[in-house]
């Protein structure tokens, strides 16, 4: 079982430099865990609203067999059952 203040703390590893943020959700676009989301009071809502907007976008490329997708000002890495998005 994943822990979510154990991912928390490696996923704010991540955000040093021009890394923003960095979130890790499921396929099915259930946020697992994020760090880096700047504003305190709605960093919650802003990272589950990112996870569902990825986790939507990652599931058209799927179905249309277009996974090479590349975007300028994110890196996405898919493993097994997880996506993870780095913002910069």
Known sequence: MLKPKALTQVLGQVN???AKG???LNREGLLLAYSGY???DASS???TVSAALLSN???TFERQGSLSVILTSSSITFKDRYIVLISF
Do not use: F, M, R, V
Request: without cysteine; charged residues 20%.
């Open 16 to 18: 040093t430099g021009d």
């Open 22 to 24: 960095a979130l890790l």
């Open 38 to 40: 700047e504003s305190l």
């Open 45 to 47: 809502a802003n990272a």
């Open 57 to 59: 976008i990652w599931e």
